[in-house]
């Protein structure tokens, strides 16, 4: 693989269901982040981590959990799916984000909840 | 409350014509600024950035242009082409906090 991935690509999710969207970078970059698209709302920032092993808050972090315990894979967890959290969700990665370093995203998992 | 604000939330252009797209931010703490496009059911795709210390950045067709005392930022595109027609975001940032926040975004039509 070259470049980003996430998995599922879309879900539709019951209400109070737990969900791990995957995503894994072959890329070596350090940083690496979750994002949430919604109309009208642009891209909002759920949670980041700028090395293995730490992880920061973002924007929007109620709801969701995030790990990093190796370089390649972020996955983001809903831990009761609500139907607040239905949107297109984008992971991303950057050589480092310390000083604007750009950002190369995955094709996104769109998650509906019921 | 937006940090950074993309208040056009659309524009048409004609192909071989100028695009212009704005940004405004908020947080003077920001310094660095990012310029992405995104097709339909695809991730966004980086432009091109510019840090605080500048006050523009050219990359072939893409130019940004940064007004500090404005809070202000805009990409140029010339000449426009029908393969520019996406949403483009803007993004800043303060160095260290890994933080991007982003725009709601600019759907951008180029007409043939």
């Known amino acids: 693989i070259a470049g980003i991935t996430q998995a599922p690509t879309s879900q539709i999710l019951a209400a109070g269901r737990r969900m791990t969207l995957r995503c894994t970078q072959d890329?070596?970059?350090?940083?690496m982040y979750w994002y949430r698209q919604d109309l009208g709302l642009g891209l909002r920032l759920i949670h980041y981590?700028?090395?293995?092993?730490?992880?920061g808050k973002g924007e929007v972090p109620d709801g969701y959990s995030v790990s990093r315990a190796n370089t390649d894979d972020f996955p983001l967890t809903l831990a009761s799916a609500v139907p607040s959290q239905t949107s297109v969700y984008f992971c991303?990665?950057?050589?480092?984000?310390?000083?604007?370093?750009?950002?190369?995203f995955g094709p996104g998992t769109r998650l509906t909840v019921l | 409350d937006q940090q950074v604000k993309q208040n056009s939330p659309s524009l048409s252009v004609q192909e071989g014509r100028i695009s212009i797209l704005n940004c405004d931010y908020t947080?003077?703490?920001?310094?660095?600024f990012l310029w992405y496009k995104k097709y339909p059911a695809e991730g966004p795709t980086f432009l091109i950035s510019?840090?605080?210390?500048?006050d523009k950045n050219e990359d072939g067709r893409f130019t940004v242009f940064l007004n500090k005392s404005a809070k202000h930022l805009s990409l140029h595109i010339v000449p426009s082409q029908p393969g520019d027609s996406a949403v483009y975001f803007c993004?800043?940032?303060?160095?260290?906090?890994?933080?991007?926040?982003f725009g709601t975004g600019t759907r951008l039509k180029v007409l043939a």
């Open positions: 947080n003077s703490m920001f310094d660095y």
């Open positions: 890329m070596r970059h350090n940083a």
């Open positions: 981590s700028n090395t293995a092993g730490t992880t």
């Open positions: 991303a990665s950057s050589y480092s984000g310390a000083k604007g370093n750009e950002q190369f």
């Open positions: 510019i840090s605080s210390i500048k």
């Open positions: 993004a800043a940032m303060t160095s260290g906090t890994y933080k991007y926040i």
